[in-house]
């Protein structure tokens, strides 16, 4: 069923960055230890001026887009076509979001599922970036294996505050959502320590995160851990020799309709293709 055109407007809304905005800054007020800062600009003179003032390198987020998409690095000063990219989003979207550039430890997500306006927790996501911002990849982990990894940097009990107020807060940001919705998140480190940028981005929409953790939960072995990889090939034939040398050197091994460890393509290789997803489980 297509969606009616009021349904498409109000999807539009919810995923616009300014509500990314707004959260982290509730979020902020409330806990010392979250970190990180976003401003929502309609005016290119106060986008300047901030540019300006702001010490450090910063990123400029086009207000409707996501996964590493519609962003501009400003290292120093901003230049004349970088000017000229914020003009054009203004007039198209009608705001910039910038932020200054945190020093980056670890990408993480707390993953949810709302419905008439419930919300429940649906998992972690643990992924890489690459350095433009674009998603690369998830580990295959358990909830708790990942909780693990994060408390190296910070408490777990921080991360369990931090998602009850998710569970609180999200509804009201998208009232009339039904589905999957990822939030973005960072281990940053920080003057004082390690700290939480606890909304980067949120992704109203089944994200690569969620299929990550669906997959781990639903096809792996228990116990087992792996990695969900999307990768891009210049050359064709490259996708092709990476796919039969991975078939060769990690066989697929499935008991009882879990897989026990191996490589497994999640889309068909042939010999002109380009992209790719993969499973590496060890």
Known sequence: QIPAMDDLKRLREYANR???????????????????ESHLFIRLEDLLYFLQTTP????????????????????????GKQTDWCRRVLREQGAVVAEPVLRKVQDFAMEFYLQEGGVRFAGYS???????????????????????KLSAYISISLLHQLREILLERLAGYVPL???YAGIDMMVC??????RIQPCVEINMRMNMGMVARIFH???????????FVVDYFNKPENTLLFHQKMQRELPLRVADGKILSGYL??????????????????
Request: glycine residues 12%; proline residues 3%; aromatic residues 8%.
């Open 18 to 36: 300014q509500n990314a905005v707004q959260l982290l800054r509730e979020l902020k007020a409330g806990e010392a230890r979250f970190c990180g």
């Open 56 to 79: 450090g390198d910063k990123v400029l987020k086009m207000p409707l887009s996501g996964s590493g998409k519609g962003l501009i690095w400003i290292m120093e000063n901003i230049t």
């Open 217 to 227: 939960d639903r096809y792996m072995e228990p116990g087992a851990e792996g990695k």
């Open 189 to 194: 480190e920080t003057a004082e320590g390690y």
């Open 126 to 148: 643990l992924f890489h970036a690459a350095a433009s911002g674009a998603y690369t990849g998830n580990e295959l982990l358990s909830d708790r294996r990942i909780e693990e």
């Open 177 to 179: 959502y039904t589905g």
């Open 265 to 282: 393509s999640l889309t068909p290789v042939v010999a002109d293709t380009r992209y790719t997803a993969y499973i590496v489980v060890r």
